[in-house]
């Protein structure tokens, strides 16, 4: 029995870039066409089949610790950047200065779409969907260099809709206007998901 379930949802690749080196910029290069490999995105400094761990998973380990890269894309819904730009006042909000790998219309609440979703392209190439992307403080000195006096407002007004983090499953080319199909996980929510996110109390 499938464990997958293709969804009447299908998306389009409206944006697709890379970042060359992260130490120098966050800002992404926009592409027409992305490699994606079990490495992630060529060319991007995100990739890799391993991470150092940061403060996003620091309940479990030391920063620092070698784990598998989930983070390999960053992929953003339009409509919600369009939100974003709207709450942070401002016309259009680059999704190159958020270092994004990818952005896609279509999918509705992108940034809630269950983990291990999968986002599969007409070529093959299938993206495990990890977490949602929680806003980080990173994008604020790009998006200050484009609109002087927003960029602070960035992590704000991008609550609950800075898209995803995903791996690769499938390699395959993705390209702009490509149709993603979104396939989700044929179990219910868990029963305890509000029990479990109670405080853990110490000792």
Known sequence: MPVLLPTSF???IEWLGRV???DASLRAEPVESLVALFSGPEGEAHGGLTRPSCSRVSAQYR???TIRNTRQFSILGAEELEDIAAAMEIGTLDPAALGATMVISGIPDLSHLP???RLQAESGATLVVDLENRPCTLPVPVI?????GHGRRFPAAARGKRGITAWVEAEGVLRLGQAIRLHIPDQPAWAHL??????VRAG
């Open 10 to 12: 299908i998306g389009r």
């Open 20 to 22: 060359p080196d992260r």
């Open 63 to 65: 920063r620092g610790t």
């Open 115 to 117: 983990p291990s979703s």
């Open 144 to 148: 200050e260099a484009d609109a002087p």
């Open 194 to 199: 509000d029990a479990a996110r109670k405080p």
